[in-house]
């Protein structure tokens, strides 16, 4: 390390109580419905003078200072404790705030005591099943003591939700979606330029994603920052995208409009200037995209807020003609922040939206349009999504 970087410790180490270690986060995007399931923690340390450091800028200096179990410990306290805030900001509104994703690294998981704090955290905060989901990346799932899948049993039991992160970063093991007790797998932004830019890739990723959706896996595409690669991923059966193209990590105050279903701010997206007169309608007020995702269903969180598509709003809400509405399963969300903003649907039938290809959706959900009807979450455990 050099001099400035051990200059560093001392602020590290107040960061904890000053308030300049904090946590972004970064929407998971349904390309089909535009709606928000889940959204993924990232810790970010404002320094006064180097300003926003992310980890690999201020880990190393927690890792000279014996601080890196306590920042993940950190992180995992106060991402639990910001899914309790949406939970209660949303109570009686309609709206099912995302679930948020937290990574886990292999020092946690192999701590004897890791169950039992998760235990504490989920059932302390009293949070409802599917609220927090941990990921793993793959070597850390690798190299864990045989009784890992128990584990994950037990975690998914408590109404947690498990999922394997930056998929083909290290062996791209189809063992890993097939042996364990998961519910989503993040395809790496790498490894998915390397498979999806030719035809014989393509064909593994289209088996890679069998794979999974037929162990109920959801599949989620990262780091997604051109429109030519949201338009390939879309062409496929992936279910959900993030990245800069649609949405960057955002501080926790937009982080909350987004949970909460009201959209996201101006500065994250750029508005269309052509005119597609038609393209959906906006629901009823206060009713929900699908009625098979209400506040009471068999999986609680298994789903995003649809964030309204009004001139606010970050992604489109899931709002196609038709009976897209009874298609879309529980990752379609809900249209509550309409209803509270007391916006009225003029009567009579939705007008017909035309044909959509997939390009046009990937760039709908960027750019605030409405985006078109989605498939539902294809988790496998009710409680964990």
């Known amino acids: 390390m050099t001099a400035l970087d051990i200059g560093l410790v001392p602020a590290l180490y107040a960061s904890f109580d000053d308030g300049t270690l904090r946590l972004h986060y970064q929407p998971d995007v349904d390309l089909r419905s535009g709606s928000v399931p889940g959204m993924r923690a990232y810790p970010r340390w404002?320094?006064?003078?180097?300003?926003l450091l992310g980890p690999a800028d201020f880990m190393p200096v927690a890792a000279a200072a014996g601080l890196v179990g306590q920042v993940h410990q950190w992180v995992l306290r106060m991402a639990v404790t910001e899914a309790r805030t949406w939970h209660r900001m949303a109570a009686g509104t309609g709206v099912r705030p995302p679930r948020l994703w937290v990574r886990v690294d292999s020092a946690q998981l192999g701590r004897p005591d890791f169950f039992d704090e998760i235990e504490r955290l989920v059932l302390g905060r009293s949070l409802p099943p599917g609220a927090i989901g941990l990921q793993f990346t793959e070597n850390t799932l690798a190299f864990a003591p045989p009784g890992l899948p128990h584990l994950l049993g037990r975690l998914r039991a408590l109404g947690v939700a498990v999922g394997v992160d930056s998929f083909g970063t290290w062996s791209a093991s189809v063992a890993t979606l097939d042996k364990l007790p998961l519910d989503l797998v993040r395809i790496d932004g790498r490894f998915l330029r390397a498979t999806i830019r030719d035809l014989e890739g393509q064909a593994v990723f289209a088996s890679m994603l069998q794979i999974a959706h037929r162990r109920r896996m959801v599949v989620v595409a990262e780091d997604v920052d051109t429109a030519a690669l949201a338009a390939a991923v879309g062409r496929t059966e992936c279910d959900r995208v993030c990245g800069p193209l649609f949405c960057p990590p955002v501080p926790v105050e937009d982080a909350r409009m987004i949970a909460l279903g009201r959209g996201r701010p101006d500065r994250w997206y750029k508005p269309w200037t052509d005119s597609w007169e038609g393209v959906g309608t906006r629901r009823p007020t206060g009713e929900p995209s699908n009625p098979s995702s209400s506040a009471?269903?068999?999986?609680?969180?298994?789903?995003?807020?649809?964030?309204?598509?009004?001139?606010?709003?970050?992604?489109?809400?899931?709002?196609?003609?038709?009976?897209?509405?009874?298609?879309?399963?529980?990752?379609?969300?809900?249209?509550?922040?309409?209803?509270?903003?007391?916006?009225?649907?003029?009567?009579?039938?939705?007008?017909?939206?035309?044909?959509?290809?997939?390009?046009?959706?990937?760039q709908d959900s960027q750019n605030g349009r409405p985006g078109s009807s989605g498939r539902g979450d294809r988790s496998r455990a009710a409680t964990a999504g």
Request: aromatic share 2%; charged share 10%.
């Open 296 to 362: 009471s269903s068999a999986d609680p969180a298994g789903s995003g807020s649809s964030v309204y598509s009004g001139s606010s709003a970050g992604f489109g809400s899931s709002a196609s003609s038709g009976n897209a509405a009874n298609r879309a399963g529980p990752g379609s969300g809900h249209a509550g922040a309409a209803g509270r903003a007391g916006r009225r649907t003029p009567a009579g039938p939705p007008p017909a939206a035309p044909p959509r290809d997939p390009a046009r959706a990937c």
């Open 46 to 51: 404002a320094h006064p003078e180097l300003g």
